[in-house]
């Protein structure tokens, strides 16, 4: 029989509403508490029945709910369970009165995009379309799903799509733990499950089984299985697993296990069993070595050792290395951390190297050390007190000898460390700091140590200022105050002699007193800044010298020299203080040049001058009265030389002579506004161009001194030309010399050798870099690409192979000039080196790298490198390789990318200790 459109429409809707409650109506036959939740009205038919071999079948819904429609199932009655074996996820389950009866602790709840179908006898629910199943922390997404209420089972699968491609596999997640599979049967009550083609990621990595049996909330077991650390649905590598079994998060255990790299098996070797830690957290545990071979200290095996996880506070790592030459060393490594308090972390490192045959002239045993300690306060933890640690201190020859990880650790020569303590105090200006310092230089092993060094410093406060005044203020209370202290115990020597100096003979000490008083500033014709201020420093020593000559004696002065003048060291308090005047005036000149012609793309040109004089008075602490300088004999002829009995003090001495110097210089900066030629709009635009960022010079003249008033005219400039900064500068002495290169009181403009020059060149230097970057090939590479995958093939042929050299690139240099020539009798010395550096990626997955430094002078280079990167995916290979010099060297390594699998590894290297 025919029907039209709308009769066959009301039909369906008439027996999908009967359909319906014949499902409940079979459902309380059953005393089964089966309630339907509708979030929205039905459109169309909810189910739609065929009959297929004499039986009816459910089959999917034509149209879909206008909103999602959710059934819940609430636990069965107690006089009405529903049983189950606790071994078994098979749906033919039989009731048993004697069988241990079984309940759902919680509701499950379900949703489908499409359809719903409830069978006849309410048992089982079909869900089409991405179905999701809930039930306590469980969630299990699919496109397809039979949710069986009897037995308290699920089975999932995914679907096709048009193309025939997979969609909707299931996703199992169960708290933390989530998965995919091709098809899943899982039993909410027993925890047990049956997957097929099932991928979990288990730390840092994956693992693959065709089938696999859940047999609880935590453990799989499986049967040729795949474990990795590739992300791809097809992994490049993988150990082939006779027999695992997965504890999530904790470990994988395996049976005998084989290497499988693109499909090709490694039999050879076979792992008789695996253990594979997967835990999130971090745990105790063994580490393995590295190996490999050096020519001079043979093979070796590195950084093997233990780990162990002491707490989530802390944990200690022990290492060492063995060479088959009889170098060895160990390694302690602790991490620690307080959370919301502080962190850091303590490394100690010994080892002796090994060189040549024992009982030979080319035998040597170095053993060397290292300490390293960081340490951080959280800002959080106290504002008013802080504590921090950078301490970095070893023998001088540590960093030859055991930098084979950095060739920058090689080739560092400086060091520092510093404790720190700082407390500051609320509402006051007052803050204290206590510091243990260190330095030292590689070169010729020399440390010096400052223990302790304290400061107090007292924020600018006014004291005349009044805090509740009426009307405007006072110019006295404008008058502020400073003041520091500082305090300091240290000492200079050679690494070898540190521990043999005298604290109370050989060690430096004392305590200096800072005191700047700013006062009230004001303005001179209203365009000149006028400010003046006076500085007080005293400097308190718990020792000083004295000098006497001895004819018939000869003694070592401070600088290794023999003299007949023996120097006493006398203990006890000593001050020295100073005190200067200053009057500084500044002002800004501005000066401004429009073009004539409208047409001209430059719209100004600024010139600001920014002139700056000042004038300084110190008196002379050379004077008898002050105590701080002396005379002494110092040869037979009996010739006297002055001296100062703090020689030598850390915080330095007053000198001799009074000083009025008047300083004078002047700030250049030069800019013009230019039509912005990239703007297209109606609306003209104009942007700023620096044509002199700086351009400075200065000078002084002692108005006290007796000769040599003027001190040398510096010039300093910088400028930026089309992105490439420029700085120069040179140094003009205004001093003619004598043949020995002594200056004389003659100006150089006064006499006829200099006449006409503003003064004698001593110094010039040059400096400048470019950096270039492919900007334009990025876009046209992305370009193209985008033209390839679209298959919009720009030229006729085969494109699939198409290798795009429009890739990501840069190229910089630096150049560096520097000349001084102090005596205009001697050859000047020319100093000019150019860096070269540069990088480009040929593809996605290949980089190159290149560092040089070149010394043009001695036309030698310095260190060079090059350095190759290949992206393998799962995989990544790196080409190290050193050409020339004392770091010559090469390594080629081939590794997996994870820190798990940081062993699996080919390695080829020659070590730069092998040119030793």
Not at 3 to 17: D, E, V, W
Not at 332 to 347: A, I, K, W
Request: proline residues 4%.
């Amino acid at each position: 029989m025919l029907y039209s459109k709308s009769g066959k429409r009301l039909n369906r809707i008439i027996f999908t509403y009967l359909l319906t409650l014949m499902t409940i109506l079979a459902a309380g036959q059953k005393k089964s508490d089966v309630s339907v939740r509708q979030k929205g009205t039905v459109r169309d038919s909810l189910f739609r029945l065929r009959m297929e071999n004499d039986r009816w079948k459910v089959d999917e819904a034509e149209q879909k709910l206008e909103s999602d429609t959710t059934l819940q199932l609430n636990p069965p009655s107690s006089t009405d369970q529903l049983l189950m074996s606790a071994d078994t996820i098979s749906a033919d389950t039989v009731r048993s009165d004697s069988a241990k009866k079984m309940v759902i602790e919680a509701p499950i709840t379900y949703v489908a995009d499409d359809s719903i179908v409830v069978s006849f006898d309410g048992q089982k629910v079909f869900m089409y379309k991405n179905a999701k199943i809930n039930y306590q922390d469980i969630e299990l997404t699919a496109d397809f799903m039979i949710l069986d209420l009897e037995t308290k089972e699920i089975y999932a699968e995914g679907t096709r799509d048009s193309t025939g491609n997979p969609v909707g596999k299931p996703v199992f997640q169960q708290g933390s733990e989530r998965f995919e599979s091709k098809t899943l049967r899982y039993n909410f009550q027993s925890q047990k499950g049956l997957i097929t083609d099932v991928v979990t990621e288990q730390g840092d990595g994956f693992v693959h089984s065709a089938l696999t049996k859940k047999i609880s909330k935590e453990e799989f077991v499986l049967k040729d299985g795949k474990y990795t650390t590739c992300d791809a649905d097809h992994p490049h590598f993988y150990l082939h697993l006779s027999r695992a079994k997965v504890i999530s998060n904790k470990k994988i255990i395996t049976g005998p296990a084989y290497m499988v790299l693109e499909d090709f098996p490694l039999y050879f070797p076979t792992l008789p069993f695996g253990y594979f830690p997967s835990s999130p957290k971090y745990s105790s545990g063994i580490l393995v070595p590295a190996y490999g071979e050096e020519g001079n200290r043979g093979f070796f095996l590195r950084d093997g050792g233990y780990y162990w996880a002491a707490s989530d506070y802390l944990d200690l790592a022990v290492r060492g290395d063995i060479y088959s030459r009889g170098s060895w060393a160990t390694k302690l490594h602790t991490n620690y951390r307080v959370r919301y308090r502080f962190s850091g972390g303590f490394d100690f490192r010994y080892a002796v190297n090994v060189y040549g045959q024992k009982g030979l002239k080319t035998y040597t045993r170095s053993p060397q050390f290292q300490v390293m300690w960081s340490h951080n306060q959280d800002a959080k933890a106290n504002p008013n007190r802080t504590f921090s640690a950078s301490v970095n201190f070893s023998t001088s020859g540590y960093d030859k000898q055991n930098s084979y990880y950095s060739a920058e650790s090689y080739l560092r020569t400086q060091k520092s460390s510093s404790i720190s303590y700082t407390k500051r105090w609320e509402n006051s200006p007052f803050s204290l700091s206590a510091n243990l310092r260190h330095s030292q230089n590689s070169t010729d092993s020399t440390i010096t140590l400052s223990l302790p060094e304290l400061t107090l410093n007292v924020a600018k406060f006014y004291p005349f200022k009044f805090k509740n005044r009426k009307g405007p203020p006072k110019w006295y209370e404008n008058f502020g105050f400073n003041y520091s202290a500082n305090m300091r115990n240290t000492i200079t020597a050679k690494e070898k002699d540190i521990l043999k100096q005298n604290i109370l003979t050989d060690w430096q000490n004392g305590i200096q007193h800072n005191l700047p008083i700013s006062l009230p500033g004001f303005n001179l014709m209203k365009y000149i800044n006028v400010t003046p201020s006076f500085s007080f420093s005293e400097r308190w020593y718990f020792s000083h010298i004295e000098k006497t000559y001895v004819p018939d004696q000869l003694f070592r002065d401070r600088y290794g020299a023999l003299t007949n003048v023996k120097t006493d060291t006398i203990q006890g308090l000593k001050r020295s203080y100073q005190y200067a005047y200053s009057l500084s005036a500044s002002t800004n000149i501005y000066g401004m040049f429009v073009p004539h012609n409208p047409k001209s793309r430059i719209k100004g040109i600024r010139h600001k001058i920014s002139p700056s004089f000042s004038f300084s008075y110190n008196p002379d602490f050379g004077k008898s009265r002050y105590g701080f300088w002396k005379q002494v004999q110092k040869d037979s002829t009996g010739a006297m030389e002055d001296y100062t009995i703090f020689d030598g003090a850390i915080y330095g001495y007053a000198g001799r002579g009074a000083a009025g110097n008047i300083s004078f210089s002047v700030n250049n900066n030069l800019e013009m506004k230019i039509l912005d030629s990239k703007d297209t709009t109606a609306t003209s635009k104009y942007k700023k161009v620096n044509l002199i960022d700086n351009f400075s010079f200065g000078t002084s003249y002692n108005l006290i001194a007796d000769s040599l008033n003027m001190t040398p005219i510096s010039f300093r400039g910088r400028t930026t030309i089309k992105g490439v900064g420029i700085n120069f500068g040179s140094t003009l002495n205004p001093y003619m010399t004598d043949q020995r290169g002594n200056l004389i009181n003659e100006y150089m403009w006064n006499n006829a050798r200099g006449l006409g020059k503003l003064g004698r060149l001593v110094n010039a230097n040059l400096s400048f870099g470019l950096q270039f970057n492919s900007k334009k090939g990025e876009k046209e590479a992305e370009k193209n690409k985008e033209a390839i995958e679209g298959e919009e093939k720009v030229l006729p042929g085969d494109y699939t192979d198409y290798v795009d050299f429009n890739v990501p690139w840069d190229f910089g240099f630096d150049y560096s000039f520097n000349y001084n020539r102090p005596n205009p009798y001697e050859k000047g010395r020319l100093n000019q080196t150019i860096n070269l550096r540069g990088s480009m990626s040929l593809t996605e997955k290949w980089r190159i790298n290149m560092n040089t430094n070149f010394d043009i002078t001695a036309r030698q280079f310095s260190y060079t490198s090059f350095s190759v990167f290949r992206d393998l995916h799962c995989w990544e290979m790196s080409i190290n390789f050193v050409p020339f010099g004392r770091m010559k060297s090469y390594s080629f390594t081939l590794n997996a990318r994870t820190s798990i699998l940081q062993d699996l590894k080919i390695t080829k290297q020659r070590s730069f200790y092998d040119n030793f």
